[in-house]
């Protein structure tokens, strides 16, 4: 092959329709990734009956089952970097499908068996990082400048799915637990998830990797300076060596890694704190009802939904770094309000949803940011290793909480300190990332030489 044809060639164009599909499919995975994983959390008191696990004992479990989500997640990133983005969106889908179905056999298999199962779980939860991989490529390739210029905005509807997964968990097991019981819940919840993963093999492949795949050709086939030549033509660095998570902690993308794989953790404690122990904080540090927190909780899930919306605009018109870390700081300091401020029921409302706003909303930029953070050859590994980390958070916080709790403490001060402020520091952490990132455009570059676009970042 001459050097001129191999610079010569480009991927096909991405139609609109292709963006739709995709757009349409990595929503619905992620939307059914969380239905799964909130699915569990909603029927675990019932499964501890069945399982005769008192409060400590399943407290137990669901540590060891997120320490596991972590590790399982972490699986994801070689899947897209090797086989290809869509082939990860189906992989982390098919996951929770799987996790879910064998859930169902919790009351028959030991303790440790169920621990190993719900592990799968944090597929589901690193479909977020595949997401974020995926369409910041296929919509930095688009042919639409509307789509180049709103790519944020349209991700954060994708992100949205959680709080439609979190709804969707809610209000059909309070349908169907009376009449299947809490194993039909799981299989019921498997098959979307199973349908979705089927679906991706019509998926689009990312421009990025088509040509991250040509240009491993050329080098397979002993082409090393055709290979070359079209690496610097397309954009995109690609070494001969086999790419490995380690090179997600070495030169550029060091500090990527750093900065916000660390506020990733660390929001994770607020998240932890916040949502999933929400009803908790809100009955114990201001004495709202029970009944009156779940219906706080509800409303606070509508707010994050308009949250992820108005970050994802925002996040296209200035930065979506600055307008991460803005979001997490205000919000740890919107919360710190709310725990030191009077327990008057609409002000306790007010302050919460509106914390909830700036923890939760800043998501549907951050696994977008993070896709664009990395080089394209890493791009897989990187998003997913920072989706996959977040967890380490909520196991810490828990920790941490009932370490003071145990210990005389009250949960105001648990919140401030497990809650507030590592929302704060989380956001002072995404500062220390790249401000400006840029993912090729392998389709729409010309035949001519220069550096890696999406490899220099300011």
């Not at 709804?167 to 169907?176: D, K």
Request: proline share 4%; glycine share 12%; charged share 10%.
């Amino acid at each position: 092959m001459s050097s001129t044809n191999a610079t010569a060639w480009r991927p096909a164009h991405v139609t609109n329709r292709q963006i739709k599909f995709a757009t349409i499919l990595a929503f619905l995975a992620w939307a059914f990734a969380v239905y799964d994983f909130i699915l569990f959390g909603t029927l675990l008191p019932e499964l501890g009956k069945d399982l005769g696990l008192n409060e400590a004992e399943q407290a137990t479990m669901v540590t060891w089952m997120s320490v596991g989500a972590v590790g399982m997640g972490l699986i994801a990133g070689p899947v897209v970097d090797k086989f290809g983005r869509k082939a990860g969106l189906a992989f982390t889908t098919a996951g929770a499908g799987i996790a879910s179905a064998l859930t169902a056999l919790g009351g028959i298999v030991p303790v440790a068996a169920l621990v190993a199962i719900r592990s799968l779980s944090g597929l589901g939860l690193s479909e977020q990082g595949v997401n974020g991989a995926y369409l910041s490529e296929l919509y930095g390739a688009s042919d639409d400048p509307r789509i180049k210029k709103r790519q944020g905005f349209i991700y954060s509807l994708v992100q949205g799915g959680w709080p439609i997964g979190a709804i969707l968990a809610a209000a059909l097991t309070a349908v169907l637990l009376p009449t299947i019981g809490w194993a039909g819940c799981f299989v019921f919840a498997a098959v979307p998830s199973l349908i979705v993963a089927a679906l991706a093999r019509k998926l689009r492949e990312s421009p990025q990797f088509e040509s991250i795949q040509k240009i491993r050709r050329l080098q397979k086939a002993g082409h090393h300076a055709d290979a070359e030549n079209l690496s610097a033509a397309l954009g995109i660095e690609e070494h001969e060596t086999r790419s490995t998570l380690a090179d997600v902690f070495r030169g550029r993308s060091l500090r990527t890694t750093l900065a916000l794989g660390l506020g990733h953790i660390l929001n994770y404690f607020p998240v932890q704190v916040f949502s999933v122990l929400g009803t908790t904080v809100l009955v114990s540090v201001h004495n709202v009802s029970f009944t009156n927190s779940l219906a706080i909780l509800l409303m606070s899930n509508l707010i994050a939904y308009l949250g992820y919306l108005t970050h994802g605009f925002l996040g296209d018109k200035f930065g979506r770094r600055n307008v991460i870390a803005f979001g997490w700081i205000t919000g740890g300091i919107v919360f710190t309000a709310m725990i030191f401020g009077p327990s008057d029921f609409w002000t306790v409302v007010a302050l919460y949803s509106l914390g909830t706003f700036f923890l939760i909303g800043p998501y549907s930029c951050v696994l977008f940011f993070v896709g664009e953070s990395y080089d394209t050859r890493i791009r897989g590994r990187g998003a997913t290793f920072v989706a996959a980390v977040g967890p380490i958070g909520a196991i810490l916080s828990s920790a941490l909480a009932a370490t003071l709790l145990s210990g005389g403490g009250n949960w105001a001060t648990a919140a401030f300190l497990f809650g507030a402020i590592p929302c704060v520091l989380s956001g002072v952490a995404v500062l220390f990332s790249r401000k400006h990132q840029h993912v090729a455009d392998p389709v729409h570059t010309p035949s001519a030489g220069g550096a890696p676009a999406d490899e220099t970042a300011h």
